[in-house]
């Protein structure tokens, strides 16, 4: 089992900055990916960003050049640098975490509003 525990979430104006932190713990596997997804309201759950162990990473195409992901592969953690937010990008984030299953965060809300 994996537990994934999400922080940094809030309340930021448009052009803003906010990180998203998320700590892995249980049983960790050396191979495996992280990272995160949104899902507005009415929406699906959507891809944001994410990196695996060698890290290597994939960003939504709405989010490249904005958003940096990074990990820290001795602390079982995984950020998310968001700049330049837009209203669009107010959802509930959830933290990610595949190996031989997925696991998932419990979500932390990010709201750009003026």
């Known amino acids: 089992q994996v537990q994934l525990v999400e922080s940094g979430g809030g309340l930021v104006q448009p052009g803003g900055s906010l990180r998203l932190s998320c700590a892995a713990s249980?049983?960790?596997?050396?191979?495996?990916?992280m990272g995160w997804y949104r899902q507005a309201p009415g929406k699906q759950r959507e891809l944001v960003a994410v990196?695996?162990?060698?890290?290597?990473?994939n960003y939504a195409y709405s989010v490249r050049y904005r958003f940096t992901i990074s990990r820290d592969n001795a602390k079982n953690t995984v950020h998310l640098q968001m700049n330049s937010l837009r209203p669009e990008d107010t959802a509930v984030y959830y933290c990610?975490?595949?190996?031989?299953?997925?696991?998932w965060g419990q979500g932390t809300q990010v709201t750009v509003s003026s």
């Open positions: 249980g049983t960790i596997f050396a191979i495996n990916t």
């Open positions: 990610y975490y595949t190996t031989t299953r997925d696991y």
């Open positions: 990196i695996d162990n060698n890290g290597f990473s």
